[in-house]
Every structure is written in structure tokens, then in C-alpha cells.
């Protein structure tokens, strides 16, 4: 959203012709994420939907396996933090960076050896994986109402 990616929200009196760009909440995503769309073409034009998909795939699974690891293996800071690392490098691949902040301070917390600080940390963390799944939903949505030209506002076209 930061960058070149922008909401499109339709003016309610003519949706197909007065339409107007308003960027996303910041933070939510960086640079990186501008680099994922500009691998979309013509070629591959759900590119960036099929990656975003796929990560929100595979964090829910590593979240699942952080929740799980924590009850197995209480007080194993080293095996939480490896599972955090791994979700922690599936948000950067696609610029997720309020999720990557959240794991940087879930790594913290397993390396000061804070239970309390790590449950609180995972808890922000599935906050923001669900904020950005609502997030994203809503921007492929509106791109797909706004059709080839939601892919001219997306690089900052229009």
C-alpha cells in the first residue's frame, strides 16, 4: 500500500468513471510489496493475488505451528523463536512489515525469555495477519471491480 499500490474506492453517484485513489493505512506494508507487483504483467495478471495468497497460506500454518510449539514445549525459547524467525522471513518476502515488526518483538521476547511478553506477542501478531488480510482483500477486491483501470492507479497511473 505504501509506494505505488493505492486503494481505489468507487464515488458512490458513478462508480465506473469518477474513481479516486487513497492510499492504505500506513505501515501495514513496505517496498517490498511494490516489488511483488511489478513482477505482475500481462503474462501473469493474478501475480501478485496468487503470492499474497500463498503467504497468507503458509503464515496461518506457521502461526499454527508457533501456538502449537509453545504448548508442547514450554519455556523452549530457542524452538519458539525459530518458528518466529521462519513467519518473520515469509512477511518480508511479500512487505509485510507491521507483521515483521511484530515477530522482530516476538524474537525479542523469546530472547529475553519473557513468557508473558511472548504470548502478547503472538496475540499482536495475529492481529496484524488478520488486519492484513482484510486489508488485502479489500484492495484485490477494488482492483478487480476497477478492471484494467484499477492496474493504471495500482502504478500510480490515471
Known amino acids: 500500500f505504501n509506494g505505488a499500490a493505492h486503494l481505489v474506492r468507487a464515488d458512490d453517484s458513478d462508480a465506473a ?12 506494508l513496505d517496498e517490498q510489496f511494490s516489488q511483488v507487483e511489478d513482477l505482475q504483467d500481462e503474462t501473469s495478471p493474478n501475480f501478485t493475488e496468487e503470492v499474497v495468497s500463498l503467504f497468507f ?7 499454527t505451528n508457533i501456538e502449537q510449539t509453545m504448548e508442547k514445549y514450554p519455556r523452549d525459547f530457542s524452538r519458539w523463536d525459530a518458528h518466529v524467525q521462519q513467519l518473520k522471513g515469509s512477511c518480508s518476502s511479500i512487505g509485510a512489515s507491521r507483521m ?3 515477530c522482530t518483538s516476538f524474537r525479542n521476547s523469546c530472547g529475553a525469555g519473557n513468557i508473558e511478553s511472548c504470548m502478547r506477542s503472538l496475540q499482536k501478531v495475529k ?3 488478520a488486519a492484513l488480510r482484510q486489508k488485502l482483500e479489500s ?19 490515471m
Do not use: C, V, W
Not at 17 to 28: K, L, M, Q
Not at 57 to 63: E, G, I, P
Not at 149 to 156: P, S, V
Open 100 to 102: 515483521k515488526n511484530e
Open 127 to 129: 492481529g496484524e495477519h
Open 17 to 28: 468513471t469518477n474513481r479516486r485513489r487513497r492510499p492504505a493505512p500506513p505501515g501495514y
Open 57 to 63: 497460506k503458509d503464515s496461518t500454518r506457521l502461526m
Open 139 to 157: 484492495y484485490f477486491q477494488l482492483l478487480r471491480q476497477a478492471g484494467p483501470a484499477g492496474m493504471a492507479i495500482r502504478h500510480g497511473g
